[in-house]
């Protein structure tokens, strides 16, 4: 079955510095990738996703990420964090053939300090 | 263009009683989930219809847990009886198409936060 890993429970940066949030996943075959994000009482916002193509996918909020398939990575960048970002992070994976189903992680708080 | 909605957003009941949740998903969106999030964790697939029809309930506890989407358009999830293990938020989300659709971004309401005493 599909997992994912988001190793780091809690991510702090200063605001303007980059904004890493580090994902892998495990799937069988090749895999549909997701990012979300949740603010407090609401449910999940989606970022952006990789499909197919180019392995650098652009998303909203000036948020991108790079999709590295010997490293089975899908790590969401930011050149420059802003406090309003402080929320939490979820990366997910489905496999393009199989069972449909989206495997979430635990997830990533960040936290960017003023 | 309005997002999924569902309601209520709180509910606290006391053990052994019996809860329901709704879901209306976007219009026009031929797949709903019903997902499970435990404090601290990532959301998890309870159900998934695509219309009316329930093609994954492999993850449903069905000795407690029932959900209906009788005319393809908005669900209903039930328990009951809830058990204290119970208490989480609720989840449903919304996807365009039918079979087929592992790559479509789902679409997510704000949940129902569960609290069983």
């Known amino acids: 079955a599909q997992s994912v890993a988001q190793p780091e429970d809690q991510v702090n940066v200063a605001e303007g510095n980059p904004l890493t949030v580090k994902c892998t996943y495990s799937?069988?075959?090749?895999?549909?990738l997701f990012w979300y994000v949740q603010y407090p009482n609401r449910g999940l916002q989606f970022l952006l996703k990789y499909i197919t193509g180019d392995n650098l996918v652009k998303g909203s909020y000036g948020f991108e990420a790079e999709f590295n398939k010997s490293q089975t990575s899908f790590h969401l960048k930011k050149p420059s964090a802003l406090v309003s970002d402080s929320a939490l992070y979820f990366c997910a994976v489905s496999p393009v053939y199989g069972n449909n189903r989206l495997a979430f992680g635990k997830g990533n708080q960040v936290v960017v300090i003023p | 263009e309005a997002g999924v909605v569902q309601s209520p957003r709180y509910k606290i009941i006391e053990k052994k009683q019996p809860v329901a949740f709704w879901c209306n998903p976007i219009s026009g969106h031929n797949t709903l989930y019903w997902y499970l999030q435990n404090l601290g964790q990532g959301p998890e697939l309870l159900i998934r219809?695509?219309?009316?029809?329930?093609?994954?309930d492999s993850q449903l506890p069905k000795d407690r847990f029932s959900a209906e989407r009788l005319k393809g358009v908005d669900s209903t999830l039930k328990i009951q009886p809830a058990e204290l293990g119970d208490s989480a938020v609720y989840l449903c989300?919304?996807?365009?198409?039918?079979?087929?659709?592992?790559?479509?971004?789902?679409?997510f309401g704000p949940g129902t936060r569960l609290t069983v005493l």
């Open positions: 219809y695509e219309n009316e029809e329930a093609v994954d």
């Open positions: 799937v069988s075959g090749n895999p549909y």
């Open positions: 989300a919304s996807s365009p198409r039918a079979s087929g659709g592992a790559s479509d971004t789902q679409y």
